[in-house]
């Protein structure tokens, strides 16, 4: 997958699904992050599966103007951030990555406010080792960990054992 990279794309309100199906017919590589949360249908409680950024998906693929009009096409999409298709913005593979791992942790996940500071940690033990995010405390011995994709301005938090985290190196040009 040389030059492939990760877009964000934006759809229309619980359009999400009908995206990514469309997407796969047409051979994209698309991401859906979801988490589990409690609903209450008919008077009864139950668990059913939410996007974790609502009226987002990811999309990899080296983009071209033909996969850019592709993805246009696609019933329920708005458009492809930021711009039109000469200058669109990727998404760092490490951020994707990130919340791919979260949510494959299995470790229940919440959206979480957007930080533009905190302290930079990473994860040392766990599930989740070598993840890197901003870390928030909330209790004496507790904090959540929050990973964020910069360019829909969207986060998603993790719980964590304070323990569990060291604070990462200044990286260079931060």
């Not at 696609?74 to 990555?97: F, H, K, N, Q």
Request: charged fraction near 25%; aromatic fraction near 8%.
């Amino acid at each position: 997958m040389a030059g492939d990279e990760w877009y964000a794309v934006w759809t229309r309100s619980n359009c999400e699904h009908l995206v990514v199906e469309q997407l796969a017919a047409k051979a994209f590589t698309s991401f859906l992050p979801e988490t589990a949360v409690r609903a209450r249908r008919d008077g009864k409680v139950g668990v059913v599966r939410m996007p974790i950024f609502p009226g987002y998906l990811f999309v990899r693929r080296a983009m071209d103007k033909a996969s850019y009009v592709e993805i246009l096409k696609a019933r329920g999409v708005v458009r492809i951030l930021d711009g039109g298709w000469s200058r669109l913005t990727p998404i760092p593979a490490d951020e994707v990555d990130a919340i791919q791992r979260l949510v494959h942790s299995g470790v229940p996940l919440f959206p979480h406010a957007y930080f533009h500071q905190g302290d930079r940690v990473r994860v040392v033990e766990g599930p989740l080792v070598g993840l890197e995010g901003l870390f928030v405390r909330e209790q004496p011995n507790r904090g959540r960990l929050v990973i964020s994709i910069n360019l829909l301005r969207a986060s998603v938090a993790v719980e964590v054992d304070i323990a569990s985290v060291d604070a990462c190196r200044p990286r260079h040009g931060m």
